[in-house]
């Protein structure tokens, strides 16, 4: 078990999310970066439907009430073991009393902390993911305490990864949305030649986007919509749906995301560019 002594600007526990419901109305949700957080457990040799800590920009303090092994992967946000710097992508044993913190922003915005055996939160519909509709928080709060399984010795075949710079990739792969006609030849050639900045309003619901595209007056009944799937308002605007986002929309969905370019755009933030690529 862990004490947050403090909770961050947003952290969360997360899994691989909720799936079978989305026809009552309930999102997928889970990790944000699902490559990520597959790759935190992996170290521990975890299952990979383990929960984890989601960590968003500026991450806790937490206190160890009991022994474990952790990885932290993802972002770079200058994780420290008791006042000493460690490494991301690495496999640290810690004991009863040691505080885990982190610091500066490096790069990247979401990082992922696992326990050997995975955070032991209660499941609702399935899945340990936060979700503050149906979970009791959205976030961690100061004083929670979060169960785990003690494990005092384990020997990891893997202690330290290299990885690719999160920030260098911003190219987002596409495939055609339902709504793809209603797109111009020009206005198509015009979105992937436009390098688009994503906007303040952005969360594990939506990401909005800066640039307008163009405006339109498509009319449709409400439809089904998946995490990575990108609308265009009747403004202009592009908003792309993550993993909390709602399950139907009446925007034309005129492009979705494939499952490797959502996990690139969970580490990106405002201001970051990203471009589309059609498969």
């Known amino acids: 078990m862990l004490k947050v002594v403090k909770s961050g600007f947003f952290t969360s526990i997360q899994d691989k999310g909720r799936f079978g419901l989305r026809n009552i109305g309930v999102p997928v949700s889970g990790a944000m ?21 989601e960590i968003t920009m500026t991450g806790p303090v937490l206190e160890f009430l009991t022994a474990t092994y952790i990885a932290i992967t993802g972002a770079n946000l200058s994780p420290s073991l008791n006042g000493a710097e460690i490494e991301t992508h690495s496999v640290h044993k810690v004991v009863e009393g040691d505080i885990l913190g982190f610091g500066k922003h490096i790069d990247g915005l979401r990082g992922y902390l696992s326990v050997k055996g995975g955070f032991l939160t209660d499941k609702v519909l399935g899945s340990r993911s936060f979700y503050k509709p149906i979970t009791q928080w959205a976030r961690l709060n100061s004083g929670m305490e979060i169960p785990f399984n003690e494990v005092t010795h384990y020997e990891p075949k893997i202690s330290h990864i290299i990885t690719e710079d999160i920030d260098k990739v911003s190219l987002l792969n596409v495939f055609p949305g339902p709504e793809i006609e209603m797109l ?75 499952d490797e370019a959502i996990n690139i755009l969970a580490q990106r933030t405002f201001g970051d560019k990203i471009s589309f690529k059609l498969q």
């Open 184 to 258: 111009t030849k020009v206005l198509r050639e015009f979105i992937f030649d436009t390098s688009f900045t994503i906007a303040k309003e952005n969360n594990r619901m939506a990401y909005q986007l800066q640039e307008s595209v163009a405006k339109h007056q498509h009319a449709m009944l409400t439809s089904a919509t998946l995490p990575g799937t990108i609308q265009l308002t009747p403004g202009g605007k592009l908003i792309i749906l993550m993993r909390d986002g709602q399950t139907t929309g009446g925007y034309p969905r005129i492009f979705q995301l494939s």
């Open 33 to 53: 970066d699902q490559h990520a957080s597959s790759l935190a457990n992996a170290m521990l040799e975890n299952e990979h439907t383990d929960a984890v800590m």
